[in-house]
Each structure stands twice: as C-alpha cells, then as structure tokens.
C-alpha cells in the first residue's frame, strides 16, 4: 500500500509509503496536511504538497477514526534564518483521534496528547471545526471544546453514526442510526431540522460552508439537498436517488 497524491492529469505527483498496517486516511478541510492511522494507535502527519512526512504519535488507545484541524498559533516559532524553505509553511494541525470503544485524544499542533477522556460507548468519526470536536455515538453526539472542555451533549433519539460541523461550527449535521438527519444549533442543542431518509443511505455529507448537504444511497445514487438561509433544506437534484 501507498499515498498517492494526482494531479490533474491524473498521473501521480508524489508516491509516499503509509505506516505499517494502515487503517485510516483523513484530510484537513484545506487540504494542506493529511493523517494516516496506522495499528498500535499510530497516527502520522504529511504535507499533502509534496508528500513530506511531518512525524507521528502514538495514542493510548486504537486509531479508528481521526479529524484534523488547522490552527493559528501566535508563538509558532519562525523558520530559522537562512534555512532553506520547501515551500510556504503549512500551518499546525490538531489531531483528534477516536477509538470505536470510546476512546478520544487531541494531539496538539506538535503531536504531543493535549487531552484524552472515555466516552463510554461505541463511537464514530469525528470532526472538527473553528472551536471544538464532535464525536457521534451510541449516547448521541458528543462536542468538545479545543482545550477538553465538554461542550454537549446532543441526543437524537438514537445511536449518532455522523456528525459533522460547518466551518464555523455554528450547525451540526447528524445522522442516526435510524436514517434520521438533524440539523443542529451547536451553542444551544436546538433542531433547526430534521428529515427522514430512506432505509439504504449509505453516507451523508455537509458542505463546509454548510450550505448544502450530499446523500449517498447504497444503490449509489447521491441525493443533493440545499440549506437555505441556514436553517431549512430542500432537494436540489439527485443521480438517481430518491426524491
């Protein structure tokens, strides 16, 4: 196995082996940086511009699902002088890490465990965005601030499978385990919406600007829906999916 990075003409740009026993790939919302988890709760970074390995760590726990996060740091230390530049400088990244049993860990910008709590329950994917971190599980959707400060938490009805933030994390898209999709006000836990899909829906997506949603069926079809002034959602078009 590799990462393989493809430029627009679809030949290969960089080539770069992943960690033994790799299990995860993840990219940040800029497409700047990108994680592999590996066994052993490994997680190593990389420049998605040249392929440049940026160092790992290990978590206390699995690596099964990661999120990443850029980050402005007034007390980054500057390139030294004279040192010679790759190219311009990819800003830090914070790394969540989410074990299925529950297990979460923040690395902070220079890979080192900020935080770490057990949920207690079995977990998904997480996100994140702007201030925090959600985590949807069997509980529902857990949301973290960035310092570990719990922030929520946001019960559907049933086990959250996604959750994914806008770019402000202002709104939380969630899905549950009984093809449900929630809109929600992450500051107050308020359903601004929620639809019911049909039983064969695969994946959901949210727009990182939030404002529209993708709907994937496991025929393969996808469904678009658009979020309008925010709050409410109507189809725009689909590939052969529901209607």
């Known amino acids: ?24 790939l993840s990219v940040r919302r800029d497409g700047e940086v990108f994680a592999i988890a590996a066994g ?6 990389f420049d998605a511009a040249t392929g440049r390995d940026m160092g790992g760590q290990r978590v206390r726990h699995a690596a099964d699902h990661l999120a990443l996060l850029a980050v402005e740091l007034a007390d980054a ?7 010679k530049s790759a190219g311009p400088p990819v800003r830090p990244t914070l790394t969540a890490v989410v074990a299925e049993r529950g297990d979460v860990t923040l690395l902070d910008h220079l ?9 207690g329950a079995t977990s998904g994917a997480p996100d994140a965005a702007h201030d925090r971190v959600v985590v949807p599980s069997f509980d529902g959707v857990h949301s973290f601030l960035l310092d570990g400060t719990p922030a929520g938490l946001y019960d559907v009805g049933a086990p959250a499978v996604r959750a994914q933030l806008d770019d ?9 385990a009984k093809s449900r999709l ?33 709907i994937a069926l496991r025929s393969g079809a996808v469904e678009w829906l658009q979020v309008i002034d925010g709050n409410a959602a109507t189809g725009v078009g689909s590939s052969g999916g529901f209607s």
């Not at 890979?111 to 949920?119: E, I």
């Open 1 to 24: 196995r590799e990462a393989v990075r493809f430029g627009s003409t679809g030949k290969a740009v960089w080539r770069v082996p992943p960690p033994p026993f790799p299990v995860r």
């Open 40 to 45: 052993q709760g490994l997680v190593r970074l």
């Open 77 to 83: 230390a500057p390139p030294k002088r004279g040192a």
């Open 111 to 119: 890979g080192q465990p900020h935080w770490t709590v057990s949920l």
């Open 168 to 176: 402000t994390a202002a709104r939380i898209l969630v899905l549950d």
């Open 182 to 214: 929630f809109l929600l006000a992450a500051q107050t836990g308020e359903t601004l919406w929620h639809l019911a899909l049909p039983d064969d829906v695969s994946d959901v997506s949210f727009a990182p600007d939030g404002g529209a949603i993708a």
